[in-house]
């Protein structure tokens, strides 16, 4: 079995200031996810990769950067925090077969915005 | 847009009563996922790719295809199964990331 590993999970910031969340998997999947959660709107997807340096965007990339450097690895960035992005950032990764992929899931990080 | 709709949005159990979650999905389908979250933690896959009908311990997904539907019932729920229970599918158009459902939050008391 594999896991996937998100660092920092409590990530306390300014408003403003620029955040990095990391995420590490030991499963070499090919493809990562980027999520982030609000109480009682689901999931919402903000960024997924396919490939090292291969970046999509979801539909809340609009104030956030991503980077996959490595297949292993996937980070996303806070490009300037605001009060109203208190939320949990949990990341994913598939292996892909068809159009389909079963879906893993790290621990989450908790972004709190002063 | 495509839509996954849950329901009902959250559930208070007594232990050992039973339940039934539903999901529904606005387009046609091949594949779909279960997840589970404990309060304040991670998703952990419950079922995935269901067809027809499967078990895992108390729990028991029925998909039907064709009709776009799947439903997870908890059988004799206890206090462990508190949490929130999220659907899933892949995109219709292409794409791989999965569309969620927002959730039923489940609360079974002892």
């Known amino acids: 079995g594999g896991i996937i590993t998100q660092t920092p999970k409590f990530l306390i910031g300014q408003e403003g200031q620029k955040l990095t969340l990391k995420c590490q998997q030991n499963?070499?999947?090919?493809?990562m996810y980027w999520y982030r959660q609000d109480s009682g709107k689901g999931l919402r997807l903000i960024y997924y990769s396919i490939t090292e340096n291969d970046l999509q965007k979801g539909d809340l990339s609009e104030g956030y950067d991503a980077s996959r450097e490595k297949k292993s690895s996937f980070s996303l960035t806070v490009t300037s925090a605001q009060k109203n992005e208190m939320a949990v950032f949990l990341c994913?990764?598939?292996?892909?077969?068809?159009?389909?992929?079963?879906?893993?899931f790290g621990e989450g990080s908790k972004l709190t915005v002063l | 847009g495509q839509q996954v709709q849950q329901s009902p949005a959250s559930l208070v159990l007594q232990e050992g009563e039973n339940a039934e979650l539903q999901c529904n999905f606005s387009?046609?389908?091949?594949?779909m996922q279960w997840f589970y979250q404990r309060p304040g933690g991670s998703l952990v896959s419950l079922f995935y790719n269901p067809s027809g009908t499967k078990q895992s311990g108390r729990l028991t997904s029925t998909t039907v295809i064709k009709e776009r539907r799947s439903s997870l019932h908890i059988s004799s729920s206890q206090t462990t199964d508190s949490g929130t229970y999220l659907c899933a599918m892949p995109p219709y158009q292409g794409g791989r990331a999965l569309i969620f459902g927002t959730g039923t939050t489940v609360s079974v008391s002892p």
């Open positions: 387009t046609s389908l091949n594949s």
């Open positions: 499963f070499n999947h090919d493809t």
């Open positions: 994913a990764s598939s292996i892909w077969g068809g159009n389909t992929g079963q879906l893993y």
